[in-house]
C-alpha cells in the first residue's frame, strides 16, 4: 500500500476552474507564480553551472512541484540531481525521476535531513522502483549508520552518504575538526566495507549568507564554506582516501552570487571563489565542488534583499511569487494616526517571517494601483488579517478600494507556498500584466 497522501484535488478540476480567469477575479487569498521568471532564474542557474564547470544540486523544498523540479535540472543530458526536505517530496517527484531514468540521464536525489529510522525504509522503497543510485541520504551521527542495514536489505543495495559538515549555521552537521564524532568514519569505512553504504562526500548548507548585502558578501559565505568542507576532507584523509569525493555547498544568495564570476571584471571575493571552485582540495584526495539551492527559480523579499547578483533587475522582475489579497477596509479619514488598509490575508497565508531589508512581512506590488515614491507594505500580521501603510510611514491616503486585489511580494516563499495546495500560474511574456491564469500546479503537503 502506498503512503497515503493529503486529500488532493484533481488537477483537471482545478485547471478546468481557473485556466482563462484574470486573477483579479479568483478566490482570495491565492498564490500565484510567474512562470516567465522562473524559467530565467532556472536558466541562468544552469548556464552559470555549466560556464563554471561545478555540480549542481536543485533543491525542491521551496516549491515541491515537478513542473519547477523539471525547469531546474532543464532537458539537456547532464545529471539531474535533487534535494528534498521531505520523503514526501520525493514520492512526489518520483515519475518526474522515472522519466529522467528513461531519457537516459543520470539522476540523484538526496533526502536532505539526518536519517531516522522511520524514513530508512520508505526511501528504500522509492530507490527500489528508481535503482541504484538513486537515493541520498545524510549522516552526522554515529547511530544513524545502523539505519543504513534497514536501507540496504528493502532496496537490495546501498545508499550513498553524504556527511554533513557544520561550516557556522549550527542546524545540522559536524565541525570539521570532529567528523570522525564517536567513531562515526569508521563505522561507515565499515559499513561501505561490508556493502550497505557508499561515500559521496561532505555536504553543508549555510543560510547565514541571508544576512548579506552585496555580491561580494555573498560570494565570501561561499567560499568559507567550501574552505570549511575541505578542511573537514583534510582533517580525515586517512578515512575518506581511495575515492573521488564531492563537496556539496550552497544556498540560494551564494549559489545566484556565482553568476558573478562569469563577469569580465570581477573583486577580490570573486578571484578567491573562482580559485577554490578551480582547485578545492588541499589533500592527495581528488575533489569536486557540487553547488545547491532551492528558493532561486521564485525568490522572495528575503532573498531579493541579498543583491546577490551584480546584474539584478527590480523587485518585479525578480520574485516571481506573489499573493493575491482582497482589501476588506481602509483607514483614511484620521481615524488612526496614519493612514491604513486592511487585507483579508495574514500569517496563515503570507507567513511570519521578517526580512533585514524593510520592517514588514510582505511588499505590495504596484500591480494595478500605480507607484510612488514610498512602498505600500504590509506592516502588522495577525492570523486572517494584515495591516498595509506606508514604508516610510507617510500621511497621504492609501491608494485603494475596499475590494479591490492586491498582489503582495513574501518575505520567505518556502514557508508561504506551505499554505498553499496549488499555484496559480501566469506567463508575463504573453500578457504584460501577467493577470491570467494559463495554468495551475498542484504541490504537495505533509511528510
Known sequence: MAFPYYPIPSERDLKQFYIGKDIGDVPKPSVVLDVVIIKEHCERMLQTVKALDVGFRAHVKTHKTPQIAQLQV???SEDANFVASTVLEIEWLAPLLKDLKRQGRRFNTLYGIPLVPSQATRLAKIARELGPGSITVMIDHPVQVEYLKAFQVAAGFPAYVFIKVDCGYHRAG??????????????????????YAVILGVYSHNSLSYAGSTPDEAMEYLAAEIVSCREAIKHNSHFLSGRELVISVGATP??????????????SAAERLKNLLHNPSESSIPVKVELHAGV?????????????????????EEVAISVLAEVCSIYNDGERSKPEALVAAGSLALGREPC???PGWGVVSDWRRGSGNSRLIVERISQEHAILAWEDGGSSEIPLKIGQSVRIYPNHACVTGAMYGWYLVVDSSEDQGASTVVDVWVRIGGW
Open 74 to 76: 532543464g532537458h539537456g
Open 296 to 316: 532561486y527559480p521564485v525568490l522572495d523579499m528575503q532573498q531579493f534583499s541579498t543583491n546577490a547578483r551584480q546584474s539584478s533587475g527590480k523587485l518585479e
Open 356 to 358: 533585514k531589508a524593510y
Open 254 to 267: 551564494q549559489v545566484v552570487s556565482s553568476n558573478n564570476l562569469l563577469r569580465s571584471s570581477s573583486s
Open 174 to 195: 559536524l565541525p570539521p575538526a570532529m567528523l570522525n564524532k564517536n567513531g562515526l568514519l569508521e563505522k561507515l569505512a565499515e559499513a561501505e566495507k561490508e556493502g
